[in-house]
């Protein structure tokens, strides 16, 4: 059973993450006010979903750097921790994008979030958002990206009345298609070309949708 756990300011959440027993915890997130909602920490055993701080700008920039992870979603491999810190300050910063933090050693080791796809190629409905996740490479095929996402998709569940996400992988990415698949995502049939990705031309991707309600 994951456990949610409410955080209002970022400088909170620095304390609140060297004294997890400060954190309260909400028994029914429904009843929780929107505000709070707004910034949540999600725990599991292994793994804490929680904000990006600019702290972790050297933990990124080591896993993100690695060209076998950035190319595979779509995105460039980082060159410096400068271009990290400003990922963290700028397509990081808000409610809806975690780190994945691996509770073991306190390192961010991945990243995962949702938002509109309306900037991507996807055959998404109207108003229908994207997910997207990568995982450090030393940490990969250990049900950790199942792991968070079927975290965030529980999350999505209690809080918001979201009713279908899309996302999609490289067809030469099946691993991807496989943690969507263990979350219940089900292929559209439909594979398209997104050229706004980084190394997309010619790469077709895969269409999976997961309908919520
Ligand atoms: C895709 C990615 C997020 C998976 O993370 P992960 O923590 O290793 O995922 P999990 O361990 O939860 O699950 C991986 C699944 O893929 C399977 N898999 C691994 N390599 C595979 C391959 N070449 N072909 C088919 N399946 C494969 C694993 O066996 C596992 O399935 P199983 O549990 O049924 O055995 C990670 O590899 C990654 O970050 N890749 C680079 C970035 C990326 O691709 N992001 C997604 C963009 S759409």
Not at 37 to 49: F, G, I, S
Not at 129 to 143: D, M
Request: with cysteine; charged share 25%; proline share 7%.
């Amino acid at each position: 059973m994951n456990e949610f756990y409410p955080i209002n300011e970022i400088e909170t959440m620095t304390i609140r993450l060297e004294q997890p027993e400060d954190y309260r915890e909400v028994e029914d997130l429904t009843r929780t006010p929107f505000a709070e909602k707004a910034k949540l920490m999600l725990r599991t055993e292994r793994l804490t979903l929680r904000p990006w701080f600019e702290s972790d700008a050297d933990s990124l920039f080591k896993y993100a750097s690695d060209p076998d992870v950035g190319p595979r979603a779509g995105w460039p491999p980082h060159n410096s921790m400068e271009e990290s810190l400003e990922i963290i300050r700028t397509v990081f910063h808000n409610d809806s994008n975690w780190a994945i933090e691996f509770n073991a050693t306190g390192e961010a080791i991945g990243a995962i979030g949702y938002g509109p796809s309306c900037e991507c190629n996807l055959p998404a409905r109207e108003g229908e958002p994207l997910c997207g996740y990568w995982v450090a490479k030393p940490y990969w095929n250990r049900g950790i990206c199942t792991e968070a996402l079927q975290t965030m998709l529980d999350y999505i569940r209690k809080t918001t009345d979201i009713q279908s996400l899309i996302s999609g992988h490289f067809v030469d990415n099946p691993a991807s298609g496989r943690v969507m698949e263990k979350c219940g995502f089900q292929p559209t049939g439909e594979t398209c070309i997104d050229e706004t990705q980084y190394q997309g031309k010619d790469r077709p991707i895969r269409v999976l949708r997961l309908e919520l309600k």
